[in-house]
């Protein structure tokens, strides 16, 4: 009998190191989370802190629930920063989260309600320096754009804007191009060859 080293495809993966974010020249976000076991970690330990340039700890990004928001349900750990705005985001499972600079959750937008339920399909990848999050598809290749408004007050209007016309868009590319498996390909394209 031969066994297989953990994890495989079948079992819980660990995480990847992510990488800290930059909230401004001398803060940063580090996401720290606890022993992951391969059954479940749902409600295991889990923070992203506030860290100064010289690796002081300067607080948290506040207001998550251990279960109810926990990052450990696909291994989403990726926070995004805005330094020219001081704010900072992260996508789950459970929904996507923005803060100020200070680590006050000002926006939660969760993927149980309707208009936030396509948010589970995406990865986020970065804060643009417009202010844009920039999310992408895991299965169709395909790149979202999200504007943020300068106040966090209420970014759900633009999220799910965003998102409505991610369909539209798409359905047009797919017209356009015929992807085969979601793999997209243009025929009329040059090819240079070095």
Do not use: I
Request: with cysteine; net charge positive; aromatic share 10%.
């Amino acid at each position: 009998m031969t066994r297989r080293p953990w994890p495989s495809s079948r079992t819980a993966r660990s995480p990847s190191a992510p990488s800290p974010a930059a909230l401004g020249d001398d803060l940063f976000v580090v996401p720290v989370f606890g022993k992951t076991y391969r059954s479940t970690n749902l409600g295991q330990e889990f923070s992203f802190v506030l860290v100064d340039d010289r690796g002081v700890l300067q607080g948290r990004l506040g207001g998550l629930h251990l279960r109810e928001d926990s990052p450990f349900t696909g291994f989403d750990f990726t926070v995004v920063a805005d330094p020219y705005r001081a704010r900072a985001f992260h996508l789950n499972r459970y929904g996507l989260y923005a803060w100020s600079a200070d680590g006050v959750l000002r926006a939660r937008m969760p993927t149980a309600e309707k208009p936030f339920k396509p948010l589970v399909h995406f990865a986020l990848l970065e804060c643009t320096p417009a202010g844009e999050l920039l999310l992408a598809h895991r299965k169709q290749h395909l790149l979202l754009r999200v504007p943020v408004p300068q106040e966090l007050d209420d970014p759900a209007v633009a999220v799910e804007a965003a998102l409505k016309g991610y369909g539209r868009e798409r359905t047009a590319l797919k017209k356009q191009y015929a992807p085969v498996n979601w793999l997209w390909s243009d025929s009329a394209a040059t090819v240079r060859h070095l």
